[in-house]
């Protein structure tokens, strides 16, 4: 026989509980509320220490990360003690290096070694990046006023710091570097922004970075989006333009940097005008434009013979050299790549009678600091025009800006400048005024004030 048992319910816990039973409920319940007003003070134990201190991490190369390593710099003139973390896969600056307020903490840039789909790759990526920030902030924990991140990448950067600040420092300020906007960069995947992962990237980027106590953008048109877009509070948010750092001269002489390997085996040199263009070999600039613009170029029997130098690596440069062979320029146009050092860089740049400027900007209100790099060493440029470009660039006075993204555009722009000495320098009249502003002086007078009184 079955016996049937009647469900009578939790009465009989209650008729034989004590008040011991309560206690522990309202334990319960009010466990997320103590670990987050207790975690900080049980975690964070604060060292005191005569300076401010800041952290900078940079999910890039160091060596080719310039702003960033401006900001460890300036940081450092403040006699802020600066921790600087990023790939070491170029040296960054020897000022940088031998800086005493400036320690460098590598970071283990995450290779796709093993051709995982980009799903399983972005996950593998995310998961370790994730672990490798969360022990560089625990390590720091105790001596760190500020952390600041150049957006992007955001993700996971972003998440992590700021669940850091909450659970264990809340009274770290953190800094955001705009960039760019990291979902419009997903997007170039996507091509699509109603696009489900894309609206995700948004919408994480724009909760999250209400949690910074400073949003710094490289233009107007970015802090604007912020402010009306994201509803970022105006006050917590400021343009920081780009300048070149004091590496970055004018030239009087080119002989000494013709003998740079990059230019060996040249024949009558002096006889060739010099192009030159800086890339990460990523979606958002189209070669292709330029490498037809000059099979256009070849064809005027009036245009003279030119070097293009792309300087640079990325995913997308075996891609851009097959592309070079296919063209079978005759020896009036020469394309060399190579990957500079950081001291070798601002040289060859300073070689070019002009610079070309293939940044197409996924946001539209971005800028590109390889033209800030240009205008400090005199350069002008040819751009192709996009929403945040007049910003910097002077149609007339130091550039040219491309009004349609085309090869016939950029051929036209690129003939008329050489081909027009009074043109091509008055060009340089103008990058030459533009080189005499420079990274110190504009942030002593921005973004000083900002944390003397933090």
Known sequence: MVEIIKYQGFDHIWQYSGPWLYYLLALYVSLPFLAYKLLPYVFHRKVNHNRKSILILVMGDLGHSPRMCYHALSFSKLEFSVNLCGYVETQPSHQVIDDLNIDITPITSVKNTENLPFVLFAAKKIIVQIQQIGEILWKTRDQTDFVMIQNPPSIPILLVIVLFKILFSRQLKIVIDWHNLNYTILNLRYKNLAHPVVKLARAYEKFL??????????????????????????????????????????????????????????????????????????????????????????????????????????????????????????????????????????????????????????????????????????????????????????????????????????????????????????????????????????????????????
């Open 209 to 454: 970075a209400r949690f910074a106590s400073l949003n710094i953008t490289v233009t107007k048109k970015m802090k604007n989006f912020l402010v009306d877009e994201f509803a970022l509070d105006k006050s917590k948010v400021t343009t920081f333009y780009d300048r070149p750092g004091d590496q970055f001269q004018p030239i009087l002489s080119k002989d000494a940097i013709f003998k740079h390997e990059i230019f060996q085996g040249i024949e009558n040199i002096a006889d060739f005008k010099i192009l030159v263009s800086a890339t990460s070999f990523t979606l958002d600039e189209d070669f292709g434009i330029l490498l037809d613009a000059l099979k256009k170029y070849e064809l005027d029997p009036k245009s003279q013979p030119v070097i293009l130098i792309v300087t640079g690596k990325g995913p997308l440069k075996n891609q851009f050299l097959q592309a070079v062979e296919e063209c079978k320029y005759s020896p009036k146009v020469i394309v060399k790549t190579a990957w500079l050092s950081s001291e070798d860089y601002p040289r060859i740049l300073a070689s070019a009678d002009l610079g070309v400027s293939l940044h197409t900007s996924s946001s539209g209100i971005d800028l590109p600091m390889k033209i800030v790099d240009f205008f400090g060493c005199g350069v002008p440029v040819v751009s192709l025009n996009f929403p945040a470009i007049n910003e910097l660039v002077k149609e007339g006075k130091n550039g040219m800006i491309a009004q349609t993204s085309t090869s016939e555009e950029i051929c036209k722009l690129i003939t008329d400048i050489l081909a027009n000495d009074a043109l091509l320098a008055r060009l340089k009249e103008g990058a030459l005024q533009e080189s005499r502003s420079r990274w110190k002086e504009n942030w002593i007078q921005t973004l000083q004030p900002k944390f003397v009184t933090s």
